[in-house]
């Protein structure tokens, strides 16, 4: 029996992790679930895994908590501070899955109970990587990501020594944009960029897969996770999304892990580790699949790889910086205000005017997030 | 400093193995290497390595061998017994790659010691892996298989337990003749089916690759070395022999290794284990590569792998026999006696004819062996 806390259980990771949790009930208490704003959702969650604690980050619907957990007897809470709270009461995993800024505070205050942090928040490693990972190492935590290229290389490393290896390789699909001359894709529009080929994720993600930023997100956090220096990782198109990630061993040897487009194998993954857990994950079918393709990643009409490396080199608050100033471009591009191709246009050129020093506190980060954001706000409207 | 035994040194996977002590002769003292009847070369080694003992299986080659050491300080013995005595030397690691049955003796002396046995020999588990198995049980061996199919699935076991597997995938090239029709396989020639398209290989293993019996006698091996159940064990089409073999766990999580088509890697792996150790191998360039297909095998144009399973599944002596039978075949295809699809059909026939119990020993494995062989050959002068 083993207890859980799910930072963000009514999103699609949240739902992912509880549905594994369902057909395992017998090896899980849940301790607390988070949502943003679902009360309605997190109560029924709440009700269902007998959490001892339900929170909702956004105050307004704390009422409605209550309400519905009414005579449940689980413990109703809101606000950012009750979901710091939530994440300090510790339980053996937290899985950490809140989108954005807004799951740094709560994450970090789980890594401080010293537990296994289950990390699905890009954002957490992106932007305060340094910081975190100091907090993991301070605390005893362990950090296992959940990403599927993430949890792919911490697989591949399993049993091995980082100091062996000689390539760490990001498999990327490509986007639906991965065939798209430049002209085309000065033109894409929000609803041909949210349209994933392997994946069904949500907007802004699927725009960050479209422009490459998702992978080089990835590549930052790879970074962090994977102490082999910058230099050893390295990107590769696969556009049938099937290879997660790889890693190259100076004799030759290259582990790859393989599997389905189900968020569900790398979470079950994290959730059972070091052992392994069921899921419903169909079996591998290579042979159905026929082939699986590669090629090199395209950084000009693709420059969001390039800028995020450099960014990874700088190092300090330079990530920080690039994701924010993304987030920013890709609403802008989503509300019809920019062009896609002006994306990493834009980041560049935040990139290129705010060089703030290396942040020491998440309380920098969170200061370093909100001035790159106001930037580039001021760029969307100049254009 | 540790010590390497070479049983088998002058052949390729010998030859192999030296090339990588050759790269870091610092780390390595090598007790004993052995060889079939080439003095010239085997002496040539033992000088090279310092080895402290050379041994020619064949006794009509030991004065050569005297004469071509002579003043080096370095025993030279010759016959069975010496080949024998040469594996309980006892080395940190021995590396088996002796071909055939005769290397069944010194390989079991080696795993007597205690050591790590870097396996080589197929026909070590094919006809004996109940017996060597249990040895190595009882004399608290490790073996690490250097076939490159199976060193690919203990690295991708690497960390984890065999209860969690749900399938392991041998990969097969298919060999040269996976797109012939019946017809045209009738009437293969010998100069045809050596023809491998990945691997360089001697002419019987090119013939097995041919005739599919090499991923038959492999699928026996692997149900030795990974006891996860027969119906567990599965083999796929890969004609690019990239990917070497994979595993997949029951969260759906498959992990595969992929490396070039250099024997060089598994034997690293295996000398290293459970480090890793340089290669000169090039690292792995998929963006090159540019494609892997996969498909399901054909039983009915091949049917080695449906025998090999079936003698598996029975057990005993039967996989002796079918080994046997099929050298008997292979050499009568290769001598121009028999078609090349009638190799399969004569080794059914042998399994359909001689039936013996189970071997509790060795001398019981070699006997069974024998009298395979002769049955074989009676088949092939009646046909």
Redesign the interface.
């Known amino acids: 029996m083993r207890t859980l806390t799910v930072l963000g259980a009514t999103g699609s990771i949240g739902a992912s992790t509880l549905d594994l949790i369902r057909r395992n009930r017998g090896d899980w208490r849940v301790t607390a679930l988070t949502a943003h704003s679902n009360a309605a959702e997190l109560a029924r969650l709440a009700r269902e895994f007998g959490a001892e604690v339900a929170v909702v980050a956004d105050e307004t619907h704390l009422p409605a908590l209550r309400d519905a957990l009414a005579g449940s007897g689980i413990e109703a809470a809101g606000g950012p501070a009750a979901l710091v709270e939530a994440g300090a009461r510790g339980a053996d995993v937290t899985v950490a899955a809140i989108v954005g800024c807004a799951g740094l505070a709560p994450t970090m205050a789980a890594i401080e109970q010293g537990g296994v942090i289950a990390l699905a928040n890009k954002e957490a490693l992106v932007s305060a990587g340094e910081v975190m990972l100091a907090a993991v190492a301070r605390h005893g935590a362990t950090l296992l990501p959940v990403d599927s290229e993430h949890n792919a290389i911490f697989?591949?490393l399993?049993?091995?020594?980082t100091a062996?290896v000689?390539?760490i390789?990001l498999t990327a699909s490509g986007g639906p944009f991965r065939d798209w001359s430049w002209d085309r894709l000065t033109a894409a529009t929000p609803a041909e960029a949210v349209r994933h080929p392997n994946w069904d994720m949500g907007a802004k993600i699927s725009v960050d897969s479209a422009t490459m930023f998702n992978k080089g997100l990835e590549l930052i956090e790879a970074h962090h996770l994977f102490p082999v220096g910058l230099d050893r990782l390295r990107i590769?198109?696969?556009p049938q999304s099937v290879?997660h990630s790889?890693v190259?061993?100076?004799?030759?040897?290259?582990?790859?892990?393989?599997?389905?487009s189900?968020m569900?194998?790398?979470i079950?993954?994290a959730l059972?580790w070091?052992?392994?857990?069921?899921?419903p994950?169909?079996?591998?079918d290579?042979?159905e699949?026929?082939?699986?393709?590669?090629?090199?990643p395209d950084e000009v009409r693709f420059p969001a790889t390039r800028l995020a490396r450099e960014a990874a080199q700088a190092g300090g608050a330079v990530p920080a910086v690039l994701n924010a100033a993304n987030e920013i471009a890709v609403a802008a591009f989503l509300g019809g205000q920019i062009s896609f191709t002006r994306i990493a246009a834009q980041v560049e050129d935040v990139l290129g005017s705010y060089a703030p020093p290396a942040p020491g506190s998440l309380s920098d980060v969170l200061e370093v997030d909100g001035e790159a954001r106001a930037r580039a706000r001021l760029l969307v409207t100049s254009t």
Chains 1, 2 share one sequence.
């Open positions: 697989q591949c399993c049993g091995n020594d062996d000689r390539w390789t590769i198109v696969h290879v790889m190259e061993y100076r004799d030759g040897s290259t582990l790859a892990q393989l599997g389905p189900d569900r194998v790398p079950a993954s059972a070091p052992r392994r857990m069921d899921t994950c169909a079996p591998l290579l042979a699949i026929g082939e699986l393709t590669f090629r090199k």
